[in-house]
């Protein structure tokens, strides 16, 4: 299967974000892929219907929704469907979490945070159609962003940053408001939700229990009690979680050596991953590797 990297797009340097405009038919329809990069999908025109894991549900004008790195997805028209989606593409780290923490709304992001989190029919049912002025925002935005990027005049990196987070505010702010009248989800449940969202995300850095609590504007005593409540795990050993499913996905799906591995998933030490990857999936990597293949 095709797995797409931000080198094939015409990304400025140093700079990893990418937005484009494309139309699709039966004549070019994207295969199913996947890509080590976060996809923003805005639905300007047109009907299709998404493939994506091993779901397919109907796609409209005015639909946006994110596709996670490893995420396999896809899509397919009849022969007299077509669409025109905006896709907006950029790394997890894209937008700086010391931005976030200093605007103090990384505990506010909803759609960046927690839709991306959420997994089958309940992820979907939280993807947003956009109506009148909302949409017209969202896709006026995105236009500028566009403009952005192929202009690159001076302080554009910034000008990027900042109106991506006022897009995901934007977006935060429809999800929140939709999600409240549908009365789902504790305050406790959905900051853990976002959190969750975030080490998804940013698996490969470091991550400790100081940084989330003043990232999410909670206690440690507090964060740790709530992870457990809501997950059945501590913070940390859902850290190694991801990052051992991560490490799993290279391991089964490419020739990197096991030191690189570890290195990509967030482990410096690589006697300390191999050490954890044997005790908790029950063999060693290499040995993975070779039942994997």
């Known amino acids: 299967m095709k797995i797409k990297s931000l ?18 038919d039966t004549r070019n329809m994207p295969s199913l892929h996947v890509h080590n990069f976060v996809e923003l999908i805005y639905v300007a025109e047109g009907q299709a219907t998404h493939l994506f894991q091993d779901i397919s549900y109907e796609m409209q004008a005015g639909d946006v929704f994110i596709i996670n790195p490893g ?47 959420l997994n089958g029919d309940a992820r979907f049912n939280h993807k947003l159609n956009l109506r009148g002025k909302a949409s017209e925002k969202t896709q006026s935005i995105l236009e500028e962003l566009h403009w952005e990027i192929s202009r690159q005049g001076p302080g554009f990196q910034a000008l990027i940053q900042l109106r991506m987070t006022e ?32 080490v998804e995300r940013h698996y490969n850095r470091k991550i400790t229990l100081s940084s989330l609590s003043e990232l999410f504007h909670i206690g440690v005593r507090q964060l740790n009690r709530q992870f457990n409540r809501h997950t059945g795990s501590s913070v940390i050993e859902y850290v190694h979680k991801i990052r051992l499913e991560k490490a799993k996905r290279l391991l089964a799906e490419t020739d990197e050596i096991i030191t690189v591995v570890a290195e990509k998933v967030g482990y410096e030490d690589t006697a300390f991953f191999s050490k954890l990857f044997t005790r908790e999936v029950g063999c060693s990597p290499g040995k993975y590797r070779d039942e994997n293949r």
């Open 7 to 24: 080198d094939q797009y015409s990304h400025p340097r140093n700079f990893p974000f990418w937005i484009q405009r494309n139309q699709h």
């Open 71 to 117: 995420e396999k997805h896809g899509y397919v028209t009849e022969n007299d469907q077509r669409i025109e989606i905006i896709n907006c593409l950029f790394e997890p780290g894209f937008i700086p979490t010391s931005l976030l923490s200093e605007l103090r709304i990384s505990d506010s992001l909803d759609f960046f945070y927690v839709q991306p989190f």
């Open 167 to 198: 897009l995901f505010i934007l977006l935060s702010r429809i999800y929140n408001e939709r999600k409240n009248n549908s009365g789902s989800g504790s305050p406790s449940e959905l900051i853990v939700h976002r959190i969750c969202g975030y």
